[in-house]
């Protein structure tokens, strides 16, 4: 099977602009999440998808949200972006309770 | 609040050396802990753990889990360079896919 796939793996963006990141799970998983990594806060918890539902969602602002399709495939939108919005946002879809990750896409906000 | 930690925060050794990652956790609803290894791309699962004492095993990498004192351990055997990278411990909490992730112990293996 094929892994997660994201997309794209970089982006350079300025302040205030919009972003939207694609991720398409392992075949057959239905569950997305996504994370954010940045050497200072680590690995956080951003929303889970399943079934094109929120099913749960971190301590992250409304200007981030997300949706799921009926493909199980995932976006992530970052709007008015920040420069602390520059991270390796990491994707992953769900079997069971294991997870596993995309390759990310590396955000460079300027 | 929910939280993990992780100890020690980095660690140096040389090929051949046995190493022990700590993870300590208090979450509410716990239903599993799992490991990762990152190097310079996405985390790789090595492992999951839900049942106390049971030892899981894969090469020279095992992992075990004490639910009563909130802790499990990495360890890894005859360490070579290729084992440098960040070790991430994640908890499951709660019916959905969240997980609550550690700050990372840093390995680097020397020649």
């Known amino acids: 099977k094929a892994g997660v796939t994201q997309t794209p793996r970089y982006l350079i963006k300025t302040r205030g602009q919009q972003v939207t990141l694609s991720c398409s799970p392992i075949?057959?998983?239905?569950?997305v999440s996504w994370y954010q990594q940045t050497p200072g806060q680590g690995l956080q918890f951003l929303f889970e998808y399943f079934s094109e539902t929120q099913r749960n969602k971190g301590n992250f602002p409304g200007r981030f949200s997300g949706r799921q399709f009926s493909n199980s495939r995932s976006e992530m939108n970052v709007s008015t972006l920040e420069l602390g919005d520059s991270a390796l946002y990491l994707c992953?879809?769900?079997?069971?309770?294991?997870?596993?990750f995309g390759p990310g896409t590396r955000l460079l906000v300027l | 609040e929910d939280k993990v930690v992780q100890s020690p925060l980095s660690l140096v050794v040389h090929e051949g050396d046995t190493v022990t990652l700590n993870c300590s956790y208090e979450v509410t609803n716990f239903r599993s802990l799992l490991w990762y290894k990152q190097e310079k791309k996405a985390p790789t699962f090595l492992f999951m753990l839900?049942?106390?004492?049971i030892e899981k095993k894969s090469g020279r990498l095992s992992s075990i889990l004490d639910k009563k004192e909130l802790f499990s351990i990495l360890n890894i055997t005859a360490t070579q360079t290729g084992d440098s990278a960040v070790y991430l411990c994640?908890?499951?909490?709660?019916?959905?896919?969240?997980?609550?992730f550690g700050q990372g112990t840093t390995l680097q293996v020397k020649p």
């Open positions: 075949s057959g998983h239905r569950s």
């Open positions: 992953a879809s769900r079997q069971g309770e294991t997870q596993y």
């Open positions: 994640a908890v499951v909490s709660g019916n959905t896919g969240k997980l609550i």
């Open positions: 839900t049942s106390s004492g």
